[in-house]
T-cell receptor, first 110, second 116 residues
Framework: DAKTTQPTSMDCAEGRAANLPCNHSTISGNEYVYWYRQIHSQGPQYIIHGLKNNETNEMASLIITEDRKSSTLILPHATLRDTAVYYCIVRTSGYSTLTFGKGTMLLVSP | NAGVTQTPKFQVLKTGQSMTLQCAQDMNHEYMSWYRQDPGMGLRLIHYSVGAGITDQGEVPNGYNVSRSTTEDFPLRLLSAAPSQTSVYFC???????????????FGPGTRLTVL
């Protein structure tokens, strides 16, 4: 699976959009981009995933660049409860376990 | 729909004791996994199962046993607890991957284990 690079930490004001970047320059054509988050002391939570096209669900939007070498997770209106570590994971389809890096610690402040 | 449940939430053991961490899911998922999370290490895979009766080792299997007699349950057994097994343990489940789709895992709330 391709490696990913994320900033160690980010800050966001409550109510504003949080844009979390991820670089995955060695991604191959059949690898998906996944985002998970882990709120303190809880299990990781799936947010969204995509292959080529931008994706949106009730939690977030995922923007993948045309060359697929980077992506951005967007939380449109961040709340205090979105404070968590966000993990960007790149992996192929089919079963394999997840490899979590260090992720980005997002702190949402009032 | 309870999702993935884990018991107990907290456990303290003495070195050499054995115990079983319980994991259950009610989503009829075929795939289940056990991870441990240590500070600064991310999640590491211990064992996983792709269906009832089928298990395999992950990255850090030593000192742990698993079995999968039903689709719903995937217990993790510590044979002889050691201080190095102090960690937070997460169970995860997922459906069989669909063609052309990714593979989304759902995690339980975790068990915090301390071995003295």
């Amino acid at each position: 699976d391709a490696k990913t690079t994320q900033p160690t930490s980010m800050d966001c004001a409550e109510g504003r959009a949080a844009n979390l970047p991820c670089n995955h320059s060695t991604i191959s054509g059949n690898e998906y981009v996944y985002w998970y988050r882990q709120i303190h002391s809880q299990g990781p939570q799936y947010i969204i995933h995509g292959l080529k096209n931008n994706e949106t669900n009730e939690m977030a939007s995922l923007i993948i660049t045309e060359d697929r070498k980077s992506s951005t997770l967007i939380l449109p209106h961040a709340t205090l409860r979105d404070t968590a570590v966000y993990y960007c994971i790149v992996r192929t389809s089919g079963y394999s376990t997840l490899t979590f890096g260090k992720g980005t610690m997002l702190l949402v402040s009032p | 729909n309870a999702g993935v449940t884990q018991t107990p939430k907290f456990q303290v053991l003495k070195t050499g004791q054995s115990m079983t961490l319980q994991c259950a899911q009610d989503m009829n998922h075929e795939y289940m996994s056990w991870y441990r999370q240590d500070p600064g290490m991310g999640l590491r895979l211990i064992h996983y199962s792709v269906g009832a009766g089928i298990t395999d080792q992950g990255e850090v299997p030593n000192g742990y046993n698993v079995s999968r007699s039903t689709t719903e349950d995937f217990p993790l057994r510590l044979l002889s607890a050691a201080p190095s097994q102090t960690s937070v343990y997460f169970c995860a489940s997922s459906r069989r991957p669909q063609a052309g789709d990714g593979h989304t895992q759902y995690f339980g709330p975790g068990t915090r284990l301390t071995v003295l």
